[in-house]
């Protein structure tokens, strides 16, 4: 889901971490979002207005008064209304009912709208109970909080109460307009590629980047769900992965294969995007192999070459062996890389491995590693759709609203 066309309302207050929201609102506008601001007086102390109209937005100062039913018109243009920085003062303002000034006005106006609250302040401050019990009375309220980051605040103190990334931020507006498709499930992820090793130094792999699983994950907790994401190999600090996904992190097939079988048991749908070895070695060598050690001269044509040779065996089928593990009503969403025969291959896979769902990748095109993906998403009652090339992070959300 992008925030094109979505109207958010973005209410600065008095934080030192003020001047984010300037980046803030520049992402928000970049995801094609409809933003309004309004500054409270004290962040009007530490940012200006003229900040935001240089974007070409109009900026409201918090003056009820200059502008009479400006809160009225505020909150009817809002389909979400964002408090980034959110301060102290200004939660406990709105669990105690109080409207003195523009921002609380608007959000006493607004008891249906999506209230989203981006606290930030001295570790002390967040700590504060008469804060956490606000928040916790917010929450039932259509109030969303995004928890701030741990570290250092701007007075040296080092504790909760940073201003997060932006990036969760954003996901937290995106969250407000999702379907809610997976409310109270549990789904079990997987992405990345298995390492299957020779020795401590040398493995067999594939180019499975893993960013379709994270997409999936990222959906899905938009969606509603309590995900666990298994991470194989994945290039973390590349890709931005909520806080609420729980990663537990594999390297070989043996110790996914036991961290699968596991969580399968906890989970209601599992997505097995993850490209898992089908063979590994026979023998693993606990030291280095030295060259001279394993290589021998076999002839090739009219050259001599020097080979190496080791032996693979193949690796269980997991998908097959967890649909018989599986509880009723638990689904199974297997990926399959093809590079022809698509549905074909596709049908026979859903078939041999008792799939509900199949997303077949024509990974002929180039979509292995990158933010794009096509290919078709099959069912066990036939049905077909196929999806044209796209961000992986729009497909994840086309399949999972897809799920029947
Ligand atoms: C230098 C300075 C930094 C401040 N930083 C914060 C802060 O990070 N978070 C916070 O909740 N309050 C902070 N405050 C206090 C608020 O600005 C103060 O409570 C103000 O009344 C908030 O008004 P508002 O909620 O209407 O914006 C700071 C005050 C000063 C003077």
Avoid: W
Wanted: charged share 30%.
């Amino acid at each position: 889901m992008d925030l094109k066309n979505k109207k958010v309302l973005l209410c600065v207050t008095g934080s030192i971490a003020c001047y984010k929201s300037v980046d803030l609102y520049r992402k928000l506008k970049k995801e094609g979002a409809d933003v309004k601001v309004i500054l409270s007086r004290a962040a009007g102390e530490f940012i200006s207005p003229y900040i935001f109209e240089s974007f070409g937005e109009e900026a409201f100062y918090d003056d009820a008064f200059k502008n009479p039913l400006s809160h009225i018109s505020l909150s009817k243009f809002a389909d979400v209304i964002l408090i980034a920085p959110a301060t102290y003062n200004t939660i406990n303002k709105f669990a105690a009912g109080i409207a003195d000034t523009l921002i609380t006005l608007v959000v006493a106006a607004s008891p249906e709208k999506p209230k989203i609250l981006v606290p930030a302040m001295n570790p002390n401050m967040f700590a504060n109970k008469i804060l956490k019990n606000n928040l916790n009375k917010l929450s039932e309220y259509n109030f969303y909080a995004v928890s701030p980051e741990t570290g250092n605040a701007a007075c040296g103190d080092f504790g909760e109460g940073r201003f997060p990334e932006i990036e969760d931020v954003i996901f937290e507006v995106e969250s407000v307009f999702s379907e809610k498709k997976l409310k109270g499930k549990k789904v079990l992820i997987t992405a990345g590629a298995t390492r299957e090793y020779m020795d401590p130094v040398r493995f067999i792999s594939n180019g499975s980047s893993g960013k379709m699983g994270i997409s999936l994950a990222n959906e899905a907790v938009k969606q509603g769900a309590d995900v666990v994401l298994i991470a194989l190999n994945i290039d973390r600090a590349s890709f931005y992965i909520n806080k609420k996904v729980k990663i537990i992190n594999r390297i070989s097939f043996m110790d996914f294969k036991e961290a699968l079988k596991d969580e399968f048991k906890k989970s209601d749908i599992l997505f097995m995007s993850a490209a898992v070895s089908d063979y590994g070695f026979k023998e693993k060598s606990s030291e280095k192999i030295k060259k001279s050690r394993t290589t021998v001269a076999a002839d090739a044509g009219d050259k001599k070459s020097t080979v190496f040779k080791a032996e693979l065996v193949q690796n269980e089928d997991l998908l097959k062996s967890l649909s018989t593990l599986r509880k009723k009503g638990q689904v199974i969403f297997g990926f399959a890389a093809e590079t022809n025969y698509l549905i074909e291959n596709g049908r026979k896979k859903i078939a041999e491995k008792s799939l509900d769902f199949i997303f077949v990748n024509d990974v002929s095109k180039d979509v292995i590693g990158s933010d794009e993906n096509e290919g078709f998403l099959m069912d066990n009652n036939g049905g077909i759709i196929k999806f044209e090339r796209q961000p992986k992070k729009k497909l994840a959300r086309l399949l999972i609203l897809n799920l029947h």
